[in-house]
């Protein structure tokens, strides 16, 4: 039971879609736990739920009377002294947060998109009012991995934060391997399970992922990452043949994103799909899973796996975010936060980055081809580490073949240059298709 009593802190909910509804379930079945836990200093009530849609179908039993669908209400109503964005977008979100700020009300958000593009204005409105903005929900799901870096390592420098965290290209890519599913039908399949974004765009092509690395990088490194200069490519691009060639040389293909400090100070940042070893612990992160390996100059590294996406796996995150915001309301301390800084950290252009890689291409089936090929790599001193070819051909008739050669570390500069010279090639009948092989 509850020993100290302390008032009831009311919350205001905007969206009430996969993870707001969510929220208000922990809610209702933890809600007096936290309580408990918190010795009677934490009582959570949501108070008002911001819809688009009044007269819509809702399976969480909330009572009628808490919904309303104008979001300046949150504002206005003074009972409402925090306020949880989860409507997403960079739109409506962006106001409604700025206002909350300015107004003095705590915010807590799930809005990845939302922080990492408009974040330096918002993070500056935060520091002017005070007001913290809290945003575990927006990073891998239910891992609390912004708390490991805004508290547990902040003790160390950060060398690198290497991870899968977009739960809906892991799960797509894993139907895809072991159900032999396309891609459609593994996209519907995210969607329906609650992981892929409102605009599910943002899922495939990347960007997703990349909006949690910037997060993550601009914590680590102090200032926020312009999100314009950051290297993204997604899965759209990913075929089962590739899926299939990464399986017969002993590697998974995962939507990577990668944050890494040189010595020279510059930050490498890029999010692509990648070949990692089979046998490597990110290869067994499937489905919805997301892990992150943080390394720190003092810890070494550690690795987070949890939930990436889903309702209540979400709200998890949400709701931990709001107890910290009720405790911080109540007790005071600082806030957690962006330094609000002006420059951006100088980012590695992604033309010096080097890993060895993976490169596929169409040829015409006739002697001398890989010879053509490899003259051309050897000549820029690309090194050839391995060859492979269609173990069981579809067509063992057809005109064209898959040809993949495992070149050495390069600069992806100087690949892209040397690439474009086999291309040229008339052999060649397609543009070749490129992953990176991360040695992790
Ligand atoms: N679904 C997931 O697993 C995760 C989602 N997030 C983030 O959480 C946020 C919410 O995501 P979901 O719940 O999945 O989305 P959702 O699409 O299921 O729910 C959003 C709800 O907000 C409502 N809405 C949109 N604009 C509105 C407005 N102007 N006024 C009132 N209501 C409005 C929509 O009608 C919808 O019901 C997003 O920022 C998303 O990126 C973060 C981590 C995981
Ligand atoms: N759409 C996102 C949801 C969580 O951030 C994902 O699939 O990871
Ligand atoms: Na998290």
Redesign the pocket.
Known sequence: MASVSCKTLGIGL???????SGVWNILARNGELITDRTHGSVNLEIRKV????LNKFREADAPDEIFD?D?ALLIEDPSIDIVVE????TQ?AFHLVAAALKAGKPVV??????LAERGKELFALSAEHKTPIHFE??VA?AIPVIKAVQESFIGNRIESLTGIIN?TSNYILQRMTEAGLGYPEALGEAKEL??A??DETLDVNGWDAAHKAILLASLSYGTLINYEDVYVRGIEMVTPLDIRFAKELGYVVKLLSLVRQHEDGSIEIRTQPSFISAKHILASVNGVFNAIAVKGDAAGESLFYGRG???EP?GSSVVADLVEAARLMEHGGTHRGFLPAEESPKLMPIEDTATPYYVRFKVTDRPGVIAEIATVLAEAGVGISGTHSPSNPEDPDADFVDMVFLLHKTPFGHLKETLAQVEALDSVTERPVVFRLEKL
């Not at 905007?14 to 707001?20: H, K, M, P, S």
């Not at 911001?50 to 849609?53: A, E, G, L, N, T």
């Not at 958000?109 to 939302?114: E, F, S, V």
Request: glycine share 28%.
């Open positions: 905007a969206g009430f879609g996969t993870v707001g911001i819809v688009r849609d669908t979001l989860l409507i997403g977008g409506a958000t799930g809005n990845k998109a939302l929900a927006a799901g739960g609650g992981y974004e409102a996406a889903g309702q979400t």
